[in-house]
């Protein structure tokens, strides 16, 4: 089961979002407003761009979720895609993604993801 299509699948049906390119050069990446909001690597593996201040806010939080790996200093959260609930939490994640890039001070763009930068 590729659970990595099924939560593009779902995802890609929201109109915040449409499908775009992701600088680490992932083809399957959400956009909003030309912001990369989430991609996928393989078929288990989402980043969630929830920018540095909502990571470091909800940090605490998201350090007790074991489908969770925090990049703080990039802002990037990397979503584990194991069983079905896994999609429901990067939905949960997305929709704040989408919340904080609204937020976002303009001109700073966002770092790589986790996998394209060493903390």
Known sequence: MNLAMDAK???ACWPALSRGRARCGTPDCLCSG???IVHFHGDNEADVHLTRPLV???GP???RCTALRLSPASGWVTVRLETGSDIDILATLVSAALMASG???PGEPALPCSRHRRE
């Open 9 to 11: 699948d779902r995802l």
């Open 34 to 36: 030309g912001a990369e």
């Open 56 to 58: 470091a806010r909800l």
């Open 61 to 63: 939080a998201l350090r």
């Open 103 to 105: 937020t976002a001070r």
